[in-house]
């Protein structure tokens, strides 16, 4: 029973696997807006309702890893070492290279490139985006709130995972404006990007009191 369960899970998993390449090819080709999902199910030879089945939504079909991302990142948070601040922890696991950015080939930075391209084109997927980090901002102010025991009515919580997702949306934007301005090379990029993670942890670290003052005499 166990060896059939596993063949099954494979399977779905090879589907949806080449569902999502199929789609990628095709929104890379003609733009995420102009590929309708009717279209990626004829494609890929499967049904339109088993894409669906797969996919909830068509924005899915771009942003389908990231459940494994989000999952990841609550892991590190929950499981970090006695006495590391869920700060380190989560300032640790952005500053890690990871997909396109842990790569050093000419194939994957233009892949992130074009990833990157076809995101900013295409309103839909900048907010999916968005629906994407709040989710992310309520898993993990939900988290905190179990750890310290936390009233429902306590805002701490929802700053600090606010502040956190800030910083990985933050970094998200950063890659993308570096790709579209030049398109760097992924190793050089990798590097500024773990730069930039780790001044945005230690500012958040070292609290905001002084960040952005006014000049002498303002006002």
Do not use: C
Request: net charge neutral.
């Amino acid at each position: 029973m166990d060896v059939e369960i596993g063949l099954r899970e494979r399977k779905k998993q090879k589907t949806r696997t080449h569902i999502a390449e199929t789609a990628r090819r095709l929104f890379v080709d003609r733009g995420f807006d102009a590929v309708s999902v009717a279209e990626v199910a004829r494609a890929a030879e499967v049904a339109e309702a088993t894409v669906f089945n797969y996919f909830p939504t068509k924005e899915d079909l771009v942003y389908y890893g990231m459940e494994a991302f989000e999952a990841e990142l609550l892991r590190a948070i929950s499981e970090r070492p006695p006495g590391e601040s869920v700060i380190d922890a989560f300032g640790r696991f952005v500053g890690e290279p990871r997909g396109f950015l842990a790569a050093e080939d000419q194939a994957s930075r233009d892949a992130l490139l074009t990833a990157s391209r076809m995101i900013a084109a295409s309103p839909a997927l900048v907010a999916r985006e968005r629906q994407i980090l709040a989710r992310y901002t309520d898993a993990i102010a939900a988290l905190l709130r179990q750890e310290t025991g936390a009233d429902r009515r306590d805002v701490r919580p929802w700053v600090v995972a606010n502040a956190l997702v800030g910083v990985h949306g933050s970094l998200i934007d950063y890659v993308r404006r570096r790709l579209l301005d030049g398109s760097p090379d992924v190793r050089r990029l990798a590097r500024d990007v773990r730069r930039e993670s780790l001044q945005a942890i230690e500012l958040l670290r070292e609290g905001l009191g002084d960040y952005a003052s006014g000049p002498e005499g303002s006002g």
